[in-house]
């Protein structure tokens, strides 16, 4: 399985970018898919998680109601709407998938995915 993140780039505060991430090798419609974010000097992060058994979403309190998470499962795509972008969101953005967050509840936890791509770097300007 290969994932392939894309649609970063550079925006103004109160802007929006809208990220993808296809995959191919298998079809990924049940499982868990979900967006992290790293920044320069912090850990990783969780930011958003779409559930691959009922389609529920998950969000980081940092980005509720400005974010949204969905997915295409005929093209094998997820994707992240960002909308009201502030530099705090500078960060590269990488997308993974995995079973186990379906069975463990535990959509946050980049440790229930198995599958990563190359991250995207969006960085917010003010």
């Known amino acids: 399985v290969q994932l392939q993140a894309s649609g970063g780039g550079l925006v103004q505060a109160g802007g929006s970018l809208r990220l993808s991430c296809a995959a191919s090798?298998?079809?990924?419609?049940?499982?868990?898919m979900a967006w992290f974010r790293q920044a320069p000097g912090n850990e990783r992060e969780f930011v958003s998680a779409?559930?691959?058994?009922?389609?529920?979403?998950y969000y980081a309190d940092s980005v509720k109601g400005r974010f949204t998470i969905s997915r295409d499962n005929a093209k094998n795509t997820v994707y992240l709407q960002m909308n009201s972008l502030n530099p705090e969101d500078t960060a590269v953005y990488s997308c993974?998938?995995?079973?186990?967050?379906?069975?463990?509840?535990?959509?946050?936890?980049?440790?229930?995915?198995?599958?990563w791509g190359q991250g995207t770097q969006v960085t917010v300007s003010s």
């Open positions: 993974a998938a995995g079973p186990g967050a379906d069975y463990t509840g535990r959509y946050y936890s980049d440790a229930e995915y198995g599958y």
């Open positions: 090798g298998r079809s990924l419609s049940n499982y868990g």
């Open positions: 779409i559930s691959g058994s009922n389609g529920n979403t």
